[in-house]
């Protein structure tokens, strides 16, 4: 199929919002300036380095804790609406705990925000996105259920220190990453392998994490500040590899271990029942005394139900999924829980990340099943993105952000699925967690060799900054309101 007949002449909502997104630990740099305490990502880098491709660190990264001036000149000249950024837990409470504030920290947030808001942008603040302060992860980090609180204690500072001017919050980004890479299959910091086990004492931990920040935001800022407050959840889009009954129900299985994992207990209610039943089958049959996944009680059930008030979506890509044999009980992996196996079709497009082919129809299936499984919520589509090897002629990233914004067309005007807003990852080239700097992900290509940290507009930023300002990927945009054609 050509491009061009893929892609829709229908515009985004005059309303919709157009951003970027960032992280701290990707773009800052200053790791250790002006009192900010070390973070599990600091303490992976200086201690493991060779976990990280070419030893790679977030030391300097884009050095954007120095040049956010410059970072939100390239906002403005984009025309986005709003900016994602992450705050770093420990640049404002160096350990964690709210005994010590660091006030520099605390300014250079301020100071960012200010930036923003003199230039029309909306700052949109996630307050987690992987950079736990080390001395948390040193009581155990997030499978200790006591970081719920601490994390709680966190966001107050936030929302008292920032909530005047940042009116869309997010409290974890991708918690699955968090959970199952952090502490299932080591693949992200700290670097725990515990599948099966710690992951889902993670996943418990954060979703009650999650709710106090909620209930704290809406007791206690709500009426004053007037802002909202939900959470990022992430997972790839799960196909059936065939239409055979038992492929349907291992790929409906496996969104429910990886998306409703996090999302069931805010949307829903409760852990997905699926999970539920397998986790606990899967652990008696193993001999553990009790189930490997922590119950929550009907009030912490209460309690964390609701606690949305719009969900934000990160996307990238699809994967195919097929039943497995039941695997033995001699061993406790968390893809034994799921009982399937995912894997992507050879024929899809590939990009420099090898987990990211480039899949629109996924993301359009996605939407539709975030539609009908959680009834019909808000979407801020919170990341979407692709990787290369840092071109600035980056015709392939052109090419992912008209499929996808394309999918996204689909399910806005023929799916009625309510998305609302659109953050690209990323602005600009950042640290990609273990792949180092080698996974390009910017609409700004920036010199890592150069102290200056040059930051560089790809062709892509010509593309994005058009979107942005006619809300259609095409020259002629049928508009679905009173006038057919929008000259
Ligand atoms: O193949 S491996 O298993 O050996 C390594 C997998 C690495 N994961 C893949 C999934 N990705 C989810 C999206 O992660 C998001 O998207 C961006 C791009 O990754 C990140 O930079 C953002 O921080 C994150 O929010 C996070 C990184």
Not at 95 to 113: A, D, E, R, S, W
Not at 140 to 147: I, S
Not at 345 to 365: F, H, Q, Y
Not at 437 to 455: A, C, I, M, Q, W
Request: with cysteine.
């Amino acid at each position: 199929v050509s491009l061009t007949a893929a892609v829709s002449n229908k515009s985004f909502p005059a309303k919709f919002k157009f951003g970027t997104a960032t992280a701290s630990y990707q773009i800052e740099g200053a790791w250790n300036e002006d009192g900010k305490g070390e973070n599990i990502w600091d303490r992976l880098t200086h201690t493991n380095a060779t976990a990280v491709k070419n030893s790679d660190n977030g030391d300097v990264a884009c050095d954007s804790y120095h040049k956010y001036k410059e970072d939100v000149r390239l906002l403005k000249h984009l025309g986005v609406k709003v900016y994602r950024f992450s705050i770093s837990w420990s640049r404002i409470l160096p350990t964690g705990f709210t005994n010590k504030v660091n006030q520099p920290g605390i300014q250079y947030y301020k100071n960012l925000i200010k930036e923003l808001l003199d230039n029309g942008i909306e700052p949109m603040a996630t307050l987690y996105h992987w950079d736990l302060p080390q001395p948390l992860q040193d009581i155990g980090g997030w499978p200790n259920e006591l970081l719920a609180d601490h994390f709680a204690n966190y966001a107050r500072v936030c929302f008292k220190a920032f909530g005047d001017s940042v009116k869309t919050w997010l409290t974890f980004n991708e918690a699955k990453q968090t959970c199952q890479q952090g502490y299932g299959s080591a693949t992200m910091a700290p670097l725990i392998k515990s599948p099966g086990v710690a992951d889902y004492l993670c996943t418990y931990t954060v979703l009650k994490a999650h709710a106090k920040a909620w209930h704290i935001y809406d007791d206690e800022f709500r009426g004053k500040q007037r802002g909202r407050v939900s959470t990022v959840v992430d997972s790839d889009w799960y196909e059936p590899a065939s239409n055979s009954t038992s492929d349907m129900e291992a790929a409906e299985t496996r969104r429910q271990f990886t998306f409703g994992l996090y999302a069931n207990a805010i949307f829903l209610g409760n852990w997905p029942q699926v999970v539920i039943d397998r986790v606990d089958y899967r652990s008696e049959n193993e001999g553990y005394a009790k189930s490997r996944l922590p119950k929550f009680t009907k009030q912490e059930i209460d309690y964390i139900r609701g606690t949305h008030d719009f969900m934000g979506f990160n996307t990238y890509t699809t994967s195919l999924v097929c039943k497995i044999e039941e695997p033995t009980f001699n061993e406790t992996d968390y893809e034994f829980d799921m009982g399937s196996n995912a894997f992507q079709d050879p024929t899809w497009e590939a990009t420099n990340s090898t987990w990211l082919k480039i899949v629109p129809w996924g993301a359009r299936k996605f939407l539709n099943w975030i539609k009908n499984t959680y009834n019909n919520p808000e979407i801020i589509i919170t990341e979407n993105g692709v990787s290369d090897a840092g071109l600035l002629k980056d015709d392939a990233r052109i090419h992912y952000y008209t499929e996808y914004l394309s999918a996204i067309l689909e399910a806005i005007h023929t799916d009625k699925v309510h998305v609302s807003g659109y953050m690209a990852w990323s602005l600009l080239d950042n640290y990609e967690w273990l792949a180092g700097y080698t996974e390009k992900f910017g609409l700004y290509h920036v010199d890592f060799s150069s102290p200056n940290r040059t930051r560089t507009a790809k062709k892509s930023v010509d593309f994005y900054k058009k979107i942005v300002a006619t809300h259609c990927l095409v020259d002629k945009c049928v508009t679905s309101g009173w006038s057919l054609f929008r000259v």
